[in-house]
């Protein structure tokens, strides 16, 4: 039994010509990107490997694009005999890794993106939202500078990416309050992030009220590999909890530092992390040092991968 968990990453590891090199090389990943251009009836395919960096930031795309990437990578690596012990995706990513566990229809999932997408990008006018990361912040500072800087508005986490590293969603003005106040209590770094929308925040209810009729019509299957969840950072293994898990994510935090410790409370020891860039690698390193990791993306990450699942195997 492996005890390597898969991972699936979210929005902003997408780049210009992701996936285009995985389509060249492995027939399993070619087919994937003809299933998603089926599916949605354009050639998402032709955005990834072609389309500008400006065309892959817009949500409605770049949802669905990484998932394609995330699901041709995984199915490379399952056809090389990858079984992973547990699965886990970074906000978007859930979606792919529940696909990989066998709960959601790759097609299904696709569209379920690209609507999420849109709704997420409707929910908040531009210029009203923000996203700031704040890096290295003492350790207690959180709640006090979030309550300090709302001020009537709305502020709160939504990515508790590693010890190290919180991403914060509101309107843009309490966005900036906490910024500030964060400055002066001591963190290293702070950073206003060049998104569309104030992902994972309490702004984010009408998008998640304009999902669930999406969501309701989609069989969602019991899991063959359990997920660890976004919403509560909890494992996982029917479709009911799947589908709630993926309502619920849309205004609450991401709890990617409790999802990555109770993975290796399950006995995970090593992850692969399956889609484009390598932003959930370098988040595992800070959460949990002695976890061994590699990413797979292009063909030229499949020796390191491989070496990886044999030393685990």
């Not at 709630?244 to 006995?267: C, F, K």
């Amino acid at each position: 039994m492996s005890d390597v968990a898969l991972l699936c990453p979210g929005q902003g590891s997408q780049y210009a010509g992701m996936g285009k090199l995985l389509a060249e090389s492995f027939p399993t990943a070619k087919r994937a990107f003809e299933e998603a251009d089926e599916a949605l009836g354009f050639s998402l395919s032709n955005l990834c490997f072609a389309g500008s960096a400006e065309e892959l930031l817009k949500t409605e795309n770049t949802q669905p694009a990484l998932l394609a990437v995330s699901v041709a990578a995984f199915r490379v690596l399952a056809e090389r005999g990858f079984r992973p012990a547990l699965v886990a995706g970074h906000s978007l990513g859930e979606y792919s890794a529940l696909v990989a566990a066998g709960s959601l229809d790759f097609a299904d999932a696709l569209r379920l993106v690209r609507k999420r997408g849109q709704y997420m990008q409707e929910a908040v006018p531009e210029g009203v939202g923000a996203m700031a990361a704040l890096l290295k912040l003492p350790e207690g500072k959180l709640d006090q500078i979030l309550e300090r800087a709302a001020q009537g508005e709305v502020v709160s986490a939504a990515n508790l990416n590693s010890p190290t590293q919180v991403v914060i969603a509101g309107h843009k003005g309490a966005v900036q309050r906490a910024m500030e106040l964060a400055r002066t209590g001591g963190a290293k770094r702070v950073m206003l992030l060049p998104v569309s929308a104030p992902f994972h925040c309490p702004l984010m209810r009408p998008a998640q009220e304009n999902l669930r009729p999406h969501l309701d019509r989609i069989q969602f299957r019991e899991l063959s590999v359990p997920l660890i969840n976004n919403w509560q950072a909890r494992r996982i293994s029917t479709g009911s909890e799947a589908h709630e898990g993926l309502y619920q994510q849309i205004p609450n935090p991401v709890r990617w530092s409790d999802t990555i410790r109770e993975m290796a409370h399950y006995g995970v020891t090593g992850f692969v992390e399956a889609g484009a860039g390598s932003v959930l690698l370098g988040l595992c390193r800070q959460i949990n040092p002695s976890l061994q990791g590699a990413k797979f993306g292009e063909p030229s990450d499949l020796d390191t991968t491989e070496r990886l699942l044999y030393n685990h195997s």
